[in-house]
């Protein structure tokens, strides 16, 4: 008996089972909506229902194949040529007859953002991104390919093991308006891999700009198959979705923050996709009894120079400290909005808010968003578990502020709310150092500023992306994701004795 067929219909109000034990209701706009060809994804934590249009699922799909298939070709193709292939895409970029129309798209996209009240913050391709995305590729042409590297070697006595790395697959990436991520995301051909990119309707012209007069072009003159880094041609959310569950990937990678980031990770996992979450989620502060109020100021000030995943978000001040050090919190904020002309936006919990100048919440300022300016109090109340919010602030830094009772309490709160990312410790007694090392849940804690943390900046190595742990702990790597750290190992034989038997 048939116990499967394929869905080609939803009825409003049908009963849709997830997590094992739960069910979730179609709603009537879904049942409405979905035709034959379409796809339904079910997520299995929250019963999320994503619906995926045929059109969406064909562009993916198309996207994968060409890739999947040029990485059956990646294995012949030579390290010089992969070295030829990132200089020539780092020239197109540097030539300024080229990168007009790169730059014209890109201005189209930036104003119907605008026009639509979205943050351009990361969109806008200007020269500063520009020369960073050339320096990007000519890093990855020096960087050792990681291939055929010999790990471990096993002797028996009359054979032996070699433990190789080797390239992995097809890599699927997933970002929102962050035209950058191109040469990002390259690095993955380094290692011999393949990638997919999907990048959001905000940022769509710029990123077929760029495949059509520098990667593609590239691809060619170095020898390399064109699939080799294909581009997923929809606007449509939902076609990242169809790339996430793919089967076929070896590695799904998202990057942007919020809702759409878990989502993706839920996808690509239930598809039994390795994944790795990149940018979601601020800094968290946690300020000890030992902090030195000239380095606490310099922390908050340079942790909030601008809006990305590493920027300040949440500070926590122990309460035997914080008479005298909220004002030194206070002065730190008001140096960065200072520095980008604008002003500060506190957020303070409920038991908090006696440690802060009454006045702030009385006070009305103006704070530049994405969809414009606001006049608005410069401090808010917010309750404890708002905490985790990130402030996706655009021109005036936002950031949360509560008083605990020691750093036991702040480490509590920041594994239980934060997004187990970026944590820095203000204290100069190195046993409080080393009471957040071994208690805070997160791959990356320092005692000053929090945005050293990025690749390029840290490492010294070309950047694909960065991890927290909300999803569970790395295996065998740092959060950090490199081109030349995207290998599988296997192991070859090498029998001397011809007659060799178990």
């Known amino acids: 008996m048939e116990t499967t067929s ?177 040469a990002d995301a390259c690095g993955v051909l380094r290692s011999g891999n393949t990638v997919v990119f999907r990048i959001g309707s905000d940022a769509l012209r710029t990123a077929r700009a760029i495949v059509e007069h520098a990667l593609r072009p590239a691809l060619a003159e170095a020898g390399l198959p064109e699939g080799a880094a294909s581009l997923v041609d929809a606007p449509s959310r939902a076609s990242g979705w169809a790339l996430f569950s793919d089967p076929r990937l070896a590695l799904a990678v998202a990057r942007g923050s919020g809702e759409a980031v878990r989502q993706l990770g839920t996808v690509a996992q239930q598809a039994g996709n390795p994944v790795s979450l990149h940018g979601t989620g601020g800094a968290w502060l946690l300020v000890g009894r030992s902090a030195d109020p000239d380095r606490l100021l310099a922390a908050v000030h340079r942790s909030l120079d601008r809006k990305v995943c590493n920027t300040l978000n949440t500070m926590c001040v122990v309460r035997e400290r914080a008479e005298e050090l909220i004002p030194v919190v206070l002065e730190g904020l008001r140096r960065a909005a200072v520095d980008r002309g604008t002003e500060g936006k506190l957020y303070v919990t409920e038991r908090s808010r006696g440690w802060v100048p009454g006045e702030l919440f009385d006070r009305v300022v103006t704070i530049s968003r994405a969809e414009g300016v606001s006049d608005e109090p410069q401090a808010e109340p917010l309750v404890e578990a708002q905490l985790g919010i990130e402030w996706e602030w655009e021109d005036s830094p936002e950031v949360s502020l509560v008083v605990v009772d020691d750093l036991d309490e702040a480490i509590g709160l920041c594994n239980r709310y934060s997004p187990r990312f970026v944590v820095s410790v203000l204290a100069e007694e190195p046993a409080e150092q080393q009471r957040v090392w071994d208690g805070v849940d997160a791959p990356f804690v320092g005692n000053g500023f929090t945005r050293w943390v990025d690749g390029q900046y840290a490492l010294l190595t070309p950047e694909l992306g960065l991890s927290n742990w909300e999803r569970g702990r790395l295996l065998g790597r740092s959060a950090i994701l490199s081109g030349d750290a995207i290998v599988t190992r296997r192991i070859r034989a090498e029998q001397v004795d011809p007659d060799l038997h178990r």
């Open 6 to 182: 394929t869905l080609t219909a939803l009825t409003a109000g049908m009963l849709l089972p997830f997590g094992g034990d739960r069910v979730t209701r179609v709603p009537h706009e879904l049942a409405r909506d979905f035709v034959p060809g379409d796809a339904l994804i079910v997520l299995q934590d929250r019963g999320d229902l994503l619906h995926v249009p045929a059109a969406d699922r064909a562009a993916a799909r198309a996207a994968v194949d060409t890739a999947h298939e040029a990485f059956e070709a990646m294995g012949r193709v030579s390290d010089a040529q992969l070295d030829a292939f990132y200089l020539a895409f780092a020239r197109r970029l540097e030539d300024d007859a080229g990168f007009v129309r790169i730059a014209a798209a890109n201005q189209q996209d930036v104003t119907a953002a605008r026009e639509r009240g979205r943050s351009v913050t990361r969109l806008v391709l200007d020269e500063r991104m520009r020369a960073g995305m050339v320096a990007g590729l000519r890093g990855w042409a020096e960087v050792a390919s990681p291939r055929g590297q010999v790990v471990r070697t096993l002797q028996h006595e009359s054979w032996r093991l070699e433990e190789v790395t080797d390239r992995l697959g097809v890599v699927a990436f997933v970002f929102e308006g962050r035209p950058n991520v191109f």
